[in-house]
């Protein structure tokens, strides 16, 4: 079974830019979860998508969006980048809802200049 | 709020138990979870120790109080691959659920 698949690996932007940034689940999970993992910070939550409805959101403003589609799959898009928003963008996948087994994808790297 | 609390660094040698704490401040509770990050790496789960049962994988086991909202992941016969990031995180039920990371302990295992 493929694990969980995030592109791109690595993103360079300038500051203004908008970004979106994708996740493909294990194949049968329903649940997508994002984090945003900086230095010190550890993993901040930033959304959870069940069946294409999101579930949870995170204290990030309202420049950071997310969708799930019926497969699934999910992206996450941020627009009008900050230097601040530099870091590894994690998608986290799991069966169900509410499932504490999460299962990582390498992350996206994302560095804003 | 939420908020969970584990050392920054721990340090043990080879061979050794190490023991990483976690107390957590939570609405809700639902369980505790452990995850494993290797630099540059994925997170990967290590166990979970909650209402509805006890998972643990290979050489890590958990132990939780709910009443002292602590628990700790111990590590048995350290191996110098054990050295990595390992982040505790709770499941806040009166919070819709979200699953909140701690800030990770880094571990060091030396020869």
């Known amino acids: 079974k493929a694990g969980v698949t995030q592109t791109p690996r690595y993103l360079i932007k300038t500051r203004g830019q908008q970004v979106t940034l994708s996740c493909s689940p294990i194949s049968g999970h329903r649940s997508v979860s994002w984090y945003q993992q900086t230095p010190g910070q550890g993993l901040q939550f930033l959304f959870e998508y069940f069946s294409e409805t999101q579930r949870n959101k995170g204290n990030f403003p309202g420049r950071f969006s997310g969708r799930q589609f019926s497969n699934s799959r999910s992206e996450m898009n941020v627009s009008t980048l900050e230097l601040g928003d530099s870091a590894l963008y994690l998608c986290a996948s799991s069966p169900d809802r509410g499932r504490e087994k999460l299962f990582f994808g390498s992350g996206t790297q994302l560095s804003v200049l | 709020g939420q908020s969970l609390e584990q050392p920054s660094e721990v340090t043990a040698v080879e061979g050794a138990i190490v023991q990483i704490n976690c107390t957590y401040q939570?609405?809700?509770?639902?369980?505790l979870s452990w995850y494993q990050q290797h630099d540059g790496g994925a997170p990967t789960f290590l166990s979970y120790n909650g209402l509805d049962g006890l998972e643990e994988t290979g050489r890590f086991s958990s132990f939780l109080s709910r009443s002292d909202s602590y628990g700790y992941l111990l590590l048995q016969e350290l191996q110098m691959k054990d050295s990595a990031s390992y982040f505790c995180?709770?499941?806040?039920?009166?919070?819709?659920?979200?699953?909140?990371f701690g800030q990770g302990t880094e571990l060091s295992v030396k020869p």
């Open positions: 995180a709770v499941r806040d039920d009166n919070q819709g659920g979200k699953l909140i």
């Open positions: 939570t609405s809700g509770f639902y369980g």
